[in-house]
């Protein structure tokens, strides 16, 4: 770099001596203009040659979807009936195996920002506006639990004994909830579709339906083989896809209908596993048609405002679907109960018992027919303390002397019972309506685990996997919602633990009052208005969106 060898010197020449000086003997040295960026590589001869990428159109992902659910059916059904029970039941452990480890795998994937823990967090959650949509769906696939009324029904085209009435006003009151928690879903789903969003074909999944249904009979007719197990596995698989696929906007409504087919066919493997004398079966069909009638006038029939109390009293149907089905299942069987049987019978009137009345508080809440403010009774952690005893005690005596003598069964089942509703009472009456939310879906996977206690007691393999389901993903889906509002869950079950400290604080400030026609007035005038969505949107007819003008 020095003009002469063995000097030292600055060769101004040189363009990297150049452009590392700034200063040279004393001035400043003019800038100099920036280095042209080198020339782009040429692109590769393989990357030329690669086929351009053609997005597919709404009508071609709907029709491969439906291929896919149908495919997969009709294996099932196919596999069912060329094969045995003990294969089928291997089949289906092996499937649900299959999917929970497919969803464990790609549900979190690796982070793809700096910030990880967003990033998982951020894939983990459902949809913040999908909560409600996804306890809707949860709660109508609960329904599922007037299939234990299908194995108590009997008397031909009517009831003949007392459990066997129970077992069809179960069944009523299940699929009243069935029906009503599908339309509120999709109503809630259609709360969020705008004119842009792509056609939907929703219609197309009647071809499947169809086909496994139609199929199923006539597969039936000729022998059950293991046509049962094949059900059972579709049910299960199709609920498990409806949970998930509530997790975003773009596969809301499919899950919607997912559910749906999944509950289906529950219901046809489940009567193909009861095998009703014809008039009874008139009976099981006439009863859930009225019920499923029922629920869909009525969540067709109720405004946009009122659809989150209407999932609160259609969910204490199910509480009281349970309680119905559980005592029905002990009387009849009350001359040979196992141990098993007393005890998931029992607990199943418990959870049910809670349920039915906890979310009939909610709902009284959510409605206005009943103070949002929590009602702190005196002494009620004693009360609910002894109100658990008393289960513990009644249980005890239950399972000691129920066998063989109806009149304990019966009283002791009454007790529990009025003890079970109580409890139901108290506890959500305690809580505050703005975390009713948080409680309805609490009380969804207290169903859920309802429905694990009647599998168990029944023999049912689908209110078993249907049941874990619903209380897994009910109790997580209760974290997250509490998550987002920035509470804990114990903050909102028991948040009366602590009576509110006392201060001598006083409001201050001055109320400035308006009119209609001033807002109205102040709205013209502005040059920007910020609407935000809050509380309000659950007390009025805002809808659900934010926007700036």
């Known amino acids: 770099m020095s003009p002469k060898e063995g000097h030292f010197g600055v060769d101004l020449n040189d363009e990297v001596v150049r452009r590392s000086i700034v200063t040279y003997n004393g001035e400043l040295l003019p800038t100099l203009p920036p280095l042209a960026p080198p020339a782009p590589a040429a692109p590769k001869a393989e990357a030329a040659q690669q086929a351009k990428v053609v997005a597919l159109t709404p009508w071609q992902k709907a029709s491969r979807e439906v291929a896919t659910v149908t495919a997969g059916m009709g294996t099932a059904l196919a596999l069912g009936k060329l094969t045995g029970p003990l294969f089928m039941s291997n089949i289906f452990t092996f499937s649900l195996a299959g999917l929970i480890g497919y969803r464990v795998v790609w549900g979190v994937r690796l982070p793809e920002s700096d910030n990880e823990e967003a990033t998982l967090t951020r894939l983990m959650q459902v949809a913040p506006a999908l909560h409600?949509?996804?306890?809707?769906?949860?709660?109508?696939?609960?329904?599922?639990?007037?299939?234990?009324?299908?194995?108590?029904?009997?008397?031909?085209?009517?009831?003949?004994?007392?459990?066997?009435?129970?077992?069809?006003?179960?069944?009523l009151l299940a699929f009243v909830n069935v029906s009503g928690g599908f339309v509120i879903t999709k109503r809630m789903l259609d709360m969020f579709r705008r004119p842009t969003d792509p056609p939907e074909y929703p219609w197309l999944y009647a071809v499947p339906a169809l086909l496994f249904g139609g199929g199923y009979i006539v597969a039936a007719s000729t022998g059950m083989a293991?046509?049962?197990?094949?059900?059972?596995?579709?049910?299960?698989?199709?609920?498990?896809?409806?949970?998930?696929?509530l997790a975003s906007q773009a596969t809301a409504?499919?899950?919607?209908?997912?559910?749906?087919?999944?509950?289906?066919?529950?219901?046809?493997?489940?009567?193909?596993?009861v095998g009703f004398a014809p008039e009874t079966l008139i009976q099981c069909l006439a009863v859930a048609g009225i019920g499923s009638a029922i629920g869909g006038i009525l969540g067709r029939r109720i405004t946009p405002t009122e659809l989150p109390q209407m999932v609160a009293a259609l969910h204490s149907v199910v509480g009281l679907a349970a309680v119905l089905t559980s005592i029905g299942s002990v009387m009849a069987a009350v001359d040979h109960l196992d141990a098993l049987h007393m005890v998931t019978g029992y607990l199943g009137v418990l959870i049910g018992g809670v349920t039915f009345t906890g979310s009939i508080v909610a709902f009284m809440k959510l409605s206005g027919r009943m103070s949002s403010r929590p009602s702190i009774l005196p002494g009620r952690h004693l009360i609910n303390s002894g109100l658990l005893a008393a289960n513990a005690a009644t249980m005890t005596a239950f399972i000691t002397a129920a066998p063989g003598a109806p009149a304990i069964a019966a009283a002791c089942l009454a007790a529990n019972t009025c003890f079970s509703f109580a409890k139901g009472y108290t506890t959500t009456s305690a809580i505050g309506g703005a975390d009713m939310p948080v409680v309805i879906t609490v009380l969804n996977a207290y169903s859920g685990f309802a429905l694990v206690a009647e599998g168990l007691m029944l023999n049912s393999p689908i209110l078993t996997t249907v049941g874990s389901l619903?209380?897994?993903?009910?109790?997580?889906?209760?974290?997250?919602?509490?998550?987002?509002m920035n509470r804990s869950l114990a903050n909102v079950l028991f948040g009366g633990i602590s009576a509110p400290a006392k201060t001598d604080h006083q409001i201050e400030g001055e109320i400035t009052k308006t009119t209609v026609e001033d807002t109205a007035q102040a709205l013209k005038d502005a040059q920007k208005v910020v609407i935000v969505v809050g509380y309000g949107s659950s007390t009025s007819t805002t809808r659900p969106y934010e926007c700036s003008c």
Do not use: D, E, H, K
Not at 255 to 273: F, K, T
């Open 226 to 245: 293991g046509l049962v197990q094949a059900g059972y596995m579709v049910s299960s698989l199709l609920c498990i896809g409806s949970l998930t696929s």
């Open 470 to 484: 619903i209380g897994v993903s009910g109790s997580i889906l209760s974290y997250i919602m509490c998550v987002a």
């Open 253 to 273: 409504r499919t899950g919607n209908l997912m559910g749906m087919m999944g509950v289906g066919s529950g219901v046809l493997a489940s009567l193909a596993a």
């Open 132 to 171: 409600s949509p996804l306890m809707s769906v949860t709660n109508a696939i609960s329904g599922m639990v007037g299939i234990g009324g299908f194995f108590i029904m009997g008397g031909g085209y009517l009831p003949q004994t007392f459990p066997q009435a129970l077992g069809a006003l179960s069944v």
